[in-house]
């Protein structure tokens, strides 16, 4: 079993930038691909970013690229999400997430899921 604790979401001005952190525990998850997805008030929860613990296999969505970096610090079991340059339309809940397969992290169904953090850009 892994449980995946996310923090570091709050309110912040646009053009403003937030260091969101999720915290893995219960087992080893050192083959795991790591994802970061987002859900906006009536919309579909959508991947914005993912990595393996390694670094490689990086992937961000179009809206994330250039603005959100996805890293992980293996020794903490932490993956972090900076978001940089965020706008209004990044409001939403940030959701971390964690699967053995990168292709069910990439198509939205990986096994286990954080509770999420709430991000709110006010323009």
């Known amino acids: 079993q892994v449980q995946l604790a996310e923090s570091g979401g709050g309110l912040v001005q646009a053009g403003g930038s937030l260091r969101l952190s999720c915290v893995a525990s219960?087992?080893?998850?050192?083959?795991?691909?790591m994802g970061w997805f987002r859900q906006a008030s009536g919309k579909e929860r959508e991947l914005v970013a993912a990595?393996?613990?390694?670094?490689?296999?990086?992937y961000y969505s179009d809206t994330a690229e250039g603005r959100f970096t996805i890293s992980t610090d293996y020794s903490k079991n932490t993956v972090y999400l900076q978001v940089n340059s965020l706008k209004p339309e990044d409001t939403g809940v940030y959701y971390c997430?964690?699967?053995?397969?990168?292709?069910?992290?990439?198509?939205?169904?990986?096994?286990?899921w954080g509770q999420g953090t709430q991000v709110t850009v006010s323009s």
């Open positions: 990595t393996r613990w390694s670094g490689d296999g990086t």
């Open positions: 219960g087992r080893t998850l050192g083959r795991h691909t």
């Open positions: 997430a964690a699967d053995l397969s990168p292709r069910m992290v990439r198509y939205g169904r990986p096994g286990y």
